[in-house]
């Protein structure tokens, strides 16, 4: 490990079989802003603009008792070093929906399933911990390996947005994909 | 170990901002924070601030540190949660955050030396304590310290997919002072 990796503290909340996830914490905003800024990771993460420690700072202090956003780390438990991030956003408390989002920041620790093994992590936890009734993710069409990862989760095909982003000088739809509670209890949590 | 209160098999003392890394430990892990209910992460500076406001005078909260003599070890923590100066009444809690160290006895005496504290020295006319009902353990020390179930709060609280109850545990001075000579007795502090 690096002189800067053996600096990461970790704090396990959420444990599955290879990775856990900890709190997101502002004092590894270095960390963020390099995963947000790797050029072949932000064309699929959609970060155009390139984020500063400072927003990245920022976006890691949550100051509400309520919170909108719900981050975490995703930490490889073999290697001991936290990989990507992901976690619940835009959490809308009285209609109990909210979004998933997820960043394998790291490209090495990409196609090794750990997307999927966070994502039913989050899963769990919105629905069993948070309570909430529905969960979203949007996904631009070039991003394939990520609906795979939600498909296999569990989500539903909800519909395509039409030319919902533009990447590398073409338009792209986006893929919306949702699951109730209840959908994901009858498919065996 | 800065002595504080003394037990038998335990000590508190006051609270070291140097061991916030522990405390933030305790608070996120999934063994631990179950018996919190920590749904939501926590940051070593939430940790930290929290702990900071306790040098208020008089604080709205006061927290210490539970040290396991035989092997000089910090274990948990406990203290008054909430406390209401007008009606001279807190309410308490505490964690061994250790899972080694439960079922040794040292939540009982904690929870003893606390109660003693509070009617002695800060004044309290009362002290309760809540439970959740899936948390056995925490119920069995409230009522071993002489506290008695007041309440039941139905369905009060979210944890693990289902909705549970919680139990509001009290204790008077009047009772304190009767019994606490015997229950020291019987307890060997």
């Known amino acids: 490990m690096s002189k800067d990796e053996i600096k990461l503290k970790a704090f396990p909340f959420i444990e599955g079989e290879d990775v856990f996830l900890c709190p997101i914490q502002s004092e590894h905003a270095e960390l963020y802003t390099k995963w947000a800024n790797h050029p072949k990771g932000r064309r699929y993460s959609r970060f155009v603009v390139p984020i500063t420690i400072e927003n990245a700072r920022q976006w890691a202090q949550s100051t509400d008792d309520i919170p909108k956003n719900i981050g975490f780390e995703i930490w490889y438990k073999k290697d001991n070093k936290p990989i990507g991030t992901c976690g619940i956003g835009d959490i809308d408390w009285i209609n109990r929906t909210a979004f998933l989002f997820m960043n394998i920041g790291e490209p090495e620790y990409w196609n090794k399933h750990l997307g999927t093994q966070a994502g039913k992590l989050l899963l769990k936890y919105a629905f069993n ?5 529905r969960l979203v993710v949007k996904i631009y069409e070039p991003n394939i390996g990520s609906w795979k990862v939600a498909e296999k989760i569990g989500f539903t095909f909800e519909g395509i947005q039409k030319a919902a982003v533009y990447v590398d000088g073409k ?3 986006a893929k919306a994909y949702g699951l109730l509670k209840e959908d994901w209890l009858k498919k065996g949590s | 170990m800065r002595k504080f209160l003394e037990g038998k098999k335990i000590i508190l003392s006051s609270i070291n901002l140097e061991n916030v890394d522990i ?11 179950r018996t919190l209910r920590n749904v939501i992460p926590i940051t070593s ?3 930290k601030k ?8 008089p604080p709205n909260h006061l927290n210490f540190e539970i040290w396991y003599k035989p092997d000089e070890k910090l274990i948990g923590y406990c203290g008054f949660n909430f406390i209401r100066w007008f009606e001279k009444a807190a309410e308490i809690g505490f964690l061994i955050g250790e899972p080694k160290y439960w079922n040794k006895g040292c ?10 504290y509070g009617f002695n020295e800060l004044n309290l006319m009362k002290m309760e304590l809540e439970a959740y009902s899936f948390n056995l353990a925490s119920q069995k020390i409230a009522e071993k310290v002489g506290m008695e179930r007041e309440l039941v709060l139905k369905e009060n609280i979210f944890y693990n997919g289902q909705y549970h109850d919680s139990f509001l545990y009290g204790v008077t001075r009047d009772v304190w002072i009767k019994n606490a000579r015997e229950l020291k007795n019987e307890l060997g502090i």
């Open chain 1, 171 to 173: 338009y792209y739809g």
């Open chain 2, 50 to 57: 929290y702990l900071e406001d306790e040098k208020n005078k």
């Open chain 1, 129 to 133: 911990e948070l309570n909430l009734n």
């Open chain 2, 45 to 47: 500076s939430q940790v």
């Open chain 2, 107 to 116: 939540g009982t005496e904690a929870l003893f030396l606390l109660l003693e």
């Open chain 2, 23 to 33: 405390f933030t430990k305790w608070e996120n892990h999934f063994q631990v924070r």
